[in-house]
C-alpha cells in the first residue's frame, strides 16, 4: 500500500525536502497533489535517513507546502514498449506528443537500464550504409557500434542526422531495421523541422521519435535519451530489429545534468560539470552494442555541438575516451558551401576495419580508402604550401594532388543533403578520382586491384 506524506519541509527551486519517510529508494517516482487537485510530478534524487530530496519535474512555483500531500510510487521512470511504437513521436518523458491515442504496452521498462555486460558483447562486424560517403567511405559506421559526430553551434547537423536517419540500412534481405531518433532541448523550429522531414520522407514508418523541447523541465532533457535507448532496447533484443539510436543534442542534455548538480549544490568538476559526467554518459553509451545469441543489435550516433568548437570541452573530450571514434564537422568545409561539412581527416571510426571489405562491401574498400585518405592529405599540404610559396612552387605531381584535394570535397565528401549513395556508388566514385593521379603515385593498392580497377578504365 502506498503512504501519503504532509512533512514537506522546504522548497528550493526545483528541488524538495520531505521528512519522515521510510522505504523510499533512490530514483523513485513521486507524485506530489496540492489541495486544489493539481498534480505535479517529481522524482528521489536522494535519501539519507528519514528525509527525502525528490526534484520536480515541473516549475516549484505555486507550490503550497502546508496543503500538499506527497505519494511515493516505488517505481522509477518507466516507458510503456510495444510495437505500435512505431511511426508515433513521444515528448521527454514517453507520453504521446503527435496527438495520437497512448500506445497499449506490451510491457513497461525502467528507462536506466543497464550497460551490457563485457562477456556478453559479441563484436561488431556488420556494415551499416548511411548513404553518406564520408561516412560509408572512410569512416564506415558497423552495426553494434557508438560513433558520435562532433559539430558546432550554426553547423548542419541537423540535416545529417535527418539525412542519416532516412537514409541508414542494413545490406540484408530478412534484416529489419528501424531509427529511434532523440532530440534534447531542442526549439519548436527544429522539431517541426525533424517531424516534417521524417513524415515527408516516409522515414517515419521504421522510426520512432522522441521531443524534448528547450522549454521542457530539466529532468525530462535527463530522461529523453535514456527513454530512446529503452525503447532501442526492447525493438533490438525482444523484436529483433537491428536499431540506429540518433541522439541530438547530447550537449543539452549536459547542461541539465550541470542544472541539476547546481541545485543539489554538488561540488563542481571541470567548467562546472559534475564530476560524475563521465560516467553518467558511459552508462547510456555502452547501451549500444551486439550480444551473443541475440539476432538484434544497437548502433548509437549521438550528436553534440561543441562549446566554441572547442573539441577540448569536457562533453566532447569524455564522450571521445568512451566511444569508438567521432565524425568532425567543419566550420571551414560549411563556409565553402560542402555539404555535409565533414572534415575527414581528423574523423575516425575505430571499428571500421571490422566491416569492411568482400562479402561485407567490396573487396578494394580498404585500400582504396587508405589511398583516399593520404591523397587528400597531401594535396591539403600542396595547396598550403602554394598559399605560402605561390603556385610556381610545386611541382607537376604536387599541382595533381592539389588539384585532386579540390575534387575530392567538391564531389566526395559534398553530396548534399538528399543524395543517397549505394557503397558500390562511393567505391567507384573514389576510384574515378584517383584516376586523376598518376598510377605510380597510388602506392598503397595492390597491382592486382588497380589492373582491375584503375587499368581498365584508362584503356
Known amino acids: 500500500m502506498l503512504k501519503e506524506y504532509r ?18 529508494t533512490y530514483d523513485e517516482l513521486v507524485e506530489i497533489r496540492q489541495a486544489s487537485g493539481e498534480m505535479r510530478r517529481g522524482r528521489v534524487l536522494e535519501v539519507n535517513g528519514d528525509r ?35 511511426g508515433r513521436v513521444f515528448d521527454g518523458m514517453g507520453e504521446p506528443r503527435d496527438g495520437g491515442p497512448a500506445i497499449i504496452p506490451e510491457a513497461r521498462r525502467n528507462i536506466n537500464g543497464t550497460a551490457l555486460n563485457p562477456a556478453a558483447r559479441d563484436y561488431p562486424s556488420e556494415f551499416i550504409q548511411t548513404g553518406v560517403s564520408a561516412i560509408d567511405g572512410l569512416n564506415t559506421l558497423v552495426r553494434g557500434q557508438k ?8 553547423l548542419p547537423h541537423a540535416q545529417l542526422a535527418t539525412q542519416i536517419a532516412r537514409q541508414a540500412r542494413v545490406l540484408g534481405k530478412d534484416e529489419m531495421f528501424a531509427v529511434v531518433f532523440g532530440a534534447i532541448g531542442i526549439t519548436f523550429e527544429e522539431a517541426d523541422y ?3 522531414d521524417f513524415r515527408r520522407t516516409g522515414a517515419i514508418e521504421h522510426a520512432v521519435l522522441f521531443m524534448n523541447l528547450a522549454n521542457d523541465p530539466a529532468i525530462e532533457r535527463i530522461a529523453t535519451p535514456r527513454m530512446a535507448l529503452t525503447a532501442a532496447e526492447y525493438l533490438a533484443y525482444e523484436k529483433d530489429m537491428h536499431v540506429l539510436v540518433i541522439l541530438t543534442d547530447m550537449t543539452n542534455y549536459a547542461e541539465a545534468l550541470r542544472e541539476v548538480s547546481a541545485a543539489r549544490k554538488e561540488v563542481p568538476g571541470r567548467r562546472g560539470y559534475p564530476g560524475y559526467l563521465y560516467t553518467d554518459l558511459a552508462s547510456m553509451y555502452e547501451r549500444a552494442g551486439r550480444v551473443v545469441g541475440r ?15 572547442d573539441i577540448t570541452h569536457p562533453i566532447p573530450d569524455l564522450t571521445g575516451y568512451i566511444t569508438e571514434g567521432q565524425i568532425i564537422l567543419s566550420r571551414e568545409l560549411h563556409r565553402k558551401g560542402i555539404q555535409p561539412p565533414i572534415n575527414v581527416l581528423p574523423s575516425l571510426s575505430r571499428l571500421k576495419d571490422k566491416g569492411i571489405g568482400e562479402g561485407k562491401t567490396r573487396k578494394d574498400h580498404a585500400p582504396t580508402m587508405n589511398q583516399l585518405f593520404a591523397a587528400y592529405s597531401r594535396g591539403k599540404d600542396a595547396k598550403e604550401l602554394a598559399v605560402i610559396l605561390g603556385d610556381a612552387a610545386l611541382t607537376d605531381v604536387d599541382k595533381q594532388y592539389a588539384a585532386f584535394a579540390d575534387a575530392f570535397e567538391a564531389e566526395y565528401v559534398s553530396q ?12 567507384d566514385l573514389g576510384w574515378k578520382l584517383l584516376r586523376m593521379l598518376p598510377r605510380n603515385e597510388l602506392k598503397r593498392i595492390r597491382d592486382d586491384m588497380l589492373d582491375e580497377y584503375y587499368g581498365e578504365e584508362q584503356a
Open 7 to 24: 512533512t514537506i519541509r522546504e522548497v528550493v527551486g526545483p528541488l524538495m525536502m520531505v521528512e519522515g519517510v521510510s522505504g523510499v
Open 52 to 86: 527525502a530530496l525528490v526534484q520536480l519535474f515541473e516549475s516549484s512555483s505555486g507550490l503550497k507546502i502546508d496543503d500538499s500531500t506527497v505519494r511515493f510510487l516505488g517505481r522509477g521512470i518507466e516507458l510503456s514498449v510495444s510495437m505500435d511504437m512505431l
Open 147 to 154: 560513433l558520435p559526430v562532433f559539430s558546432g553551434s550554426g
Open 194 to 196: 525533424f517531424i516534417g
Open 295 to 309: 539476432k538484434g543489435s544497437i548502433t548509437q550516433l549521438p550528436i553534440l555541438t561543441m562549446p566554441e568548437d
Open 416 to 427: 548534399g543533403y538528399h543524395a543517397d549513395r549505394s557503397i558500390e556508388d562511393t567505391l
